[in-house]
């Protein structure tokens, strides 16, 4: 999926928070945000697997979110709400692409790595691709939701954030044949450092 759609359904994991302690909703938006993104942080150190953990990510997220109710305060809310979606970030990503240049193409089998496992968990490729229509219709879907809770400001980084993601829909796949060209041009002592996916292309 793409980032934006991850950072989107981060900040709707923060509604229940607007509903019941909206002292505590902004820190929930920021850390559903942060959430959302920080797993893709590993993008070029071991991308899908550094910093994703579908089956232990939710783990973690129970006793957090158990703190948060006891004890609440910015920082357990802020910390359960950031779990939870960087936990749901790794879940869906196991429902997208495989972990390729032109994951429509369907030639890997690698999604997300199952640390407890110890594999690679294979695509269900529920959403073809990131960037593919149903991966902007989710990302629509949590913008929408949002906008319809009126939660300012995080409403208005929502809509910035679709208009992103229709963009990149958009482009997507020139995208692809733009960062393999990139690739090719890159100096050799940079090659390695090239996430894996431009290096095999």
């Known amino acids: 999926m793409m980032a934006t759609t991850h950072a989107l359904w981060g900040m709707a994991l923060a509604l229940p928070v607007l509903a019941t302690a ?3 909703a902004p820190v929930a938006f920021v850390a559903g945000f942060l959430g959302g993104l920080a797993p893709d942080l590993d993008l070029y150190t071991g991308h899908r697997k ?8 939710p783990i973690v997220v129970v006793p957090a979110v ?3 109710l006891l004890a609440p305060s910015a920082a357990t809310v802020g910390l359960a709400v950031g779990l939870a979606a960087a936990a749901l970030h790794a879940a869906t990503d196991a429902a997208g692409g495989g972990l390729e240049l032109r994951p429509w193409e369907a030639g890997s089998e690698r999604a997300v790595y ?3 496992h110890g594999r690679w968990l ?4 529920w959403v073809r691709y990131d960037g593919a229509l149903e991966d902007l219709g989710l990302a629509g879907l949590a913008g929408g939701v949002l906008v319809a ?3 300012d400001p995080a409403a208005a980084l929502a809509v910035a954030l679709v208009a992103v993601s229709a963009v990149y829909t958009l482009f997507r ?3 692809a044949a733009l960062a393999e060209h990139l690739a090719g041009l890159a100096p050799p002592p940079v090659v390695p450092y090239l996430p894996e996916r431009y290096r095999e292309a």
């Not at 550094?50 to 990510?57: E, K, S, V």
């Not at 294979?122 to 490729?125: G, N």
């Open 50 to 57: 550094t910093l994703h953990y579908p089956i232990y990510g």
């Open 149 to 151: 809770a009126g939660a």
């Open 22 to 24: 909206p002292e505590f």
């Open 66 to 68: 158990a703190v948060a």
């Open 122 to 125: 294979r695509p269900r490729r």
């Open 114 to 116: 199952s640390h407890y």
């Open 173 to 175: 796949k020139p995208l």
